[in-house]
C-alpha cells in the first residue's frame, strides 16, 4: 500500500494550490481520507476529510478556504486550496481511516488513520 501526496510548492499570500493524493494497493472509495499538516515545531493538525460516502469535515482555520473531494474512479483525493496566508505553511500528509461518516471529531485524530503518505510542502510567503 503507498499514498503519494502532490501538487505542494511555493505561492503568494492569496494564492492557491491543488493537491493530490493517490493510492496503490488500496481502493479510496473503500476508506475515509483525511488530510493533515505539519508546521516546523508544532504538532500535526486536522485540515480536511472526506467520508467514503463523500461527506467532508474540515478545520475551523480552513472552512470556507479549503475544499476536499474524490474521485473513486482514479483513485484520487483533492484538496483544493484557496486564500493561502502563511499560516497555511506546512508539510500536507493524507491518509486513509476506516471511520465511518457520522464519527464527527474522531476525524480530527491522526491515531484513527492507518495508512499514510509522504508529504508534499506548502509555503506561503511573498
Known amino acids: 500500500v503507498q499514498l503519494q501526496a502532490s501538487g505542494g510548492g511555493w505561492v503568494q499570500p492569496g494564492g492557491s494550490l491543488r493537491l493530490s493524493c493517490t493510492a496503490s494497493?488500496?481502493?479510496?472509495?473503500?476508506?475515509?481520507v483525511g488530510w493533515f499538516r505539519q508546521a516546523p515545531g508544532k504538532e500535526r493538525e486536522f485540515v480536511a476529510a472526506?467520508?467514503?460516502?463523500?461527506?467532508?469535515l474540515y478545520a475551523d482555520s480552513v472552512k470556507g478556504r479549503f475544499t476536499i473531494s474524490r474521485d473513486n474512479a482514479k483513485n484520487t483525493v483533492l484538496l483544493q486550496t484557496n486564500s493561502l496566508n502563511p499560516e497555511d505553511t506546512a508539510d500536507y500528509y493524507c491518509?486513509?481511516?476506516?471511520?465511518?461518516?457520522?464519527?464527527?471529531?474522531?476525524?480530527?485524530?491522526?491515531?484513527?488513520?492507518?495508512?499514510w503518505g509522504q508529504g508534499t510542502q506548502v509555503t506561503v510567503s511573498s
Open positions: 491518509a486513509t481511516t476506516r471511520l465511518i461518516t457520522g464519527a464527527g471529531r474522531s476525524y480530527w485524530n491522526p491515531e484513527q488513520y492507518g495508512h
Open positions: 494497493g488500496l481502493s479510496f472509495r473503500n476508506y475515509g
Open positions: 472526506i467520508t467514503r460516502s463523500g461527506g467532508t
